[in-house]
């Protein structure tokens, strides 16, 4: 049966602090890995990842995957209080986009 | 449009009675989805449009729950003679391409569903 399992599944923090946010993943056919930023809405795209090392980056954010341990980690730096939001990670197997719970990141004033 | 359009918003429904959820997804997507989401859980899979084809439903909880696409752009999601743990919102997604390319997927502001 396939996984995507995140850690940790909640957090607090401060401004200013950096996070990482864990994903990893057992899927029998993957293709690449997604991740997501969900407020009190839709979940919002942040960034594919298909291939092992390469680091994605946008702003303060950014992510990496390692296909052979299977997992991926996004860092968030200079935490904002706007960054406060559920973080969902997902695999392609081909024919859905699997999910994992998520992590739901509270960053205080 | 620019973006995913569910509607409604939010839809109430007393046990027993039908519903039937809208998504317009972004046009000239191939790929529609639909997902399930309970509160502080992920979304779970539901079913997956490529073009008109259904190609995956394995993801319906029960013979009550039917998506459709007929023209390859609108979908519907509906559920017969709902029961209260149908409650949940309710989200769509659309791609550009189909899943056996590396895509992402684009989600509409869901439909929450409270069955009473």
């Known amino acids: 049966e396939d996984k995507v399992v995140q850690s940790p599944l909640s957090l607090v923090v401060h401004e200013g602090d950096t996070v990482t946010l864990n994903c990893s993943y057992e899927v029998t056919n993957f293709r690449s890995l997604l991740w997501y930023k969900q407020e009190k809405k839709a979940p919002t795209f942040l960034f594919m990842l298909t291939s092992s090392g390469i680091e994605k980056k946008s702003g303060r954010l950014s992510s990496i995957l390692d296909k052979k341990e299977l997992f991926s980690i996004l860092n968030i730096t200079a935490t904002q209080t706007g960054d406060s939001a559920v973080y969902l990670c997902a695999t392609n197997t081909g024919n859905q986009f699997y999910f994992g719970t998520g992590t739901s990141l509270t960053v205080i004033p | 449009g620019a973006g995913v359009s569910q509607s409604p918003r939010y839809k109430v429904a007393k046990r027993g009675q039908d519903v039937a959820l809208r998504c317009d997804p972004i046009?000239?997507?191939?790929?529609l989805f639909w997902y399930q989401q309970a509160l502080g859980q992920g979304p779970e899979f539901l079913t997956y449009f490529q073009n008109e084809a259904q190609l995956d439903k394995s993801g319906l909880p029960s013979d009550r729950f039917f998506a459709e696409r007929p023209e390859g752009s609108v979908s519907t999601l509906k559920i017969q003679r709902t029961q209260q743990e149908d409650s949940a919102v309710y989200l769509c997604?659309?791609?550009?391409?189909?899943?056996?390319?590396?895509?992402?997927?684009?989600f509409g502001q869901g439909t929450r569903l409270t069955v009473v």
């Open positions: 046009s000239g997507h191939v790929s």
């Open positions: 997604a659309s791609s550009l391409e189909t899943l056996l390319v590396n895509t992402e997927a684009f």
